[in-house]
DNA sequence: GTCTATATTTTGATAGAC
DNA sequence: GTCTATCAAAATATAGAC
């Protein structure tokens, strides 16, 4: 429900303001079906001016460029999914009850195939450094490990998790799995059940390294 | 060091045919080396062509098409990384051996990447099923995944893996760590160990799901 | 805000000479 | 086997009317 600002006018908008506003949101949700299958590169912004109900041109006055229709998307997105980890306002989950929210996430990008096709087509397409989406991977990366991170040594030092486990691997490798699983789910979606096995990979993590909270 | 049949011919080759087969060898190896950064559609053949001392014209004289191209390429890594877990001619290996092997096979792709990154992409790109690698990365995982399933169960059967392991969790559990795994080390090498991660990881499932041999 | 028309590049592919 | 020349299509972007 975030919308950039200049769209949150106090005043009443008038007709062609409402219209132009419509046009540029269902560009953002049309090009974002379309790059989560054909991808960034494999996407002609004529395509999404056509099945937005807009010539190329009346696209691109949105969107002063390619590019900046793809900022427009990573925002949309980022914008629907997030606070979903961190909590809708309150502190963000810690200990097992991170690993807890991450499967709920996981149980709501699997009834989303466009968002995870578009994560899993740009964390692609967007290693190459040149990529208009590079820097917003890098961070989306960083970020995400800097919250497990904090999430796994809170439960460390509440005593739920075992001060031995090793807390950077453990965060690469439930990253991986997330990963991983999306990939294999957008290939045959009915012979995988992503939150079943990411389940599976918490609880051998429990098995491993919970321990019962000592209030000595 | 499997060619294509027409490749080992018995005869001595003509000067001609030697210059040839070097172009086309050489074609693709440039065209993993741009596959990989960029993609099968970010890659033009103009660039492939170029990069490998040729005119465009002559590099569509050894493969057809575009698409074609990337069947060689396809087919060369296949050669080029085959075997290495199917064992060179013998067995492959079976039960906590099989973990072993993929660890050694981390290790190499460690130092591959091209070879990764081609992997990467082309495992994104080629979920379309419009795509020309789309039944070989189907084929892949299919291979890849029904491969450990009977490793798993072969130590089941043998006794040093747990009866009760999740065999289809664990095996898509690994699966989607080893891909995660490297979209991760693509984007910042240096901050990412991958052979530490996974044998972590094994690490982990051996705790969970390892049995002494039995012979009772 | 939206359109038509157009400019410019790039791309995959073909024809035909050597 | 390789090249030059060329084509046709597609793509991004701009100019300017309404």
Redesign the pocket.
């Known amino acids: 429900m975030s919308f950039p600002p200049h769209y949150r006018t106090p005043r009443a908008r008038s007709r062609?303001?409402a219209?132009?506003?419509?046009?540029?949101a269902k560009a953002v949700r049309v090009a974002i079906e379309l790059f989560s299958t054909a991808g960034y590169?494999g996407?002609?912004?004529?395509?999404v001016?056509e099945k937005a109900?807009?010539?190329?041109?009346?696209?691109?006055?949105?969107f002063?460029?390619?590019?900046?229709l793809l900022m427009a998307v990573l925002e949309h997105r980022q914008a629907e999914d997030s606070r979903f980890l961190t909590g809708n306002d309150d502190r963000p989950p810690l200990g097992w009850a991170a690993f807890d929210a991450l499967t709920g996430l996981v149980a709501r990008n699997s009834q989303r195939p466009e968002l995870v096709g578009l994560f899993v087509r740009l964390s692609a397409e967007a290693i190459e450094p040149a990529h208009p989406a590079h820097s917003w991977l890098s961070d989306h990366y960083t970020s995400t490990r800097s919250w497990l991170t904090d999430a796994i040594q809170a439960g460390q030092n509440s005593g739920e998790i075992h001060p031995d486990a090793p807390v950077t691997a453990l965060v690469r490798l439930t990253v991986a799995v997330l990963d991983g699983l999306q990939q294999q789910w957008l290939l045959d979606p009915d012979s995988i059940d992503m939150v079943g096995e990411f389940t599976t990979f918490v609880a051998g993590l429990r098995a491993q390294w919970h321990l019962t909270p000592d209030r000595s």
Chains 1, 2 share one sequence.
């Open positions: 062609v303001e219209a132009g506003a419509e046009s540029r590169r996407t002609s912004i004529a395509l001016a109900g807009l010539s190329q041109s009346g696209l691109l006055h949105h002063p460029s390619k590019a900046a």
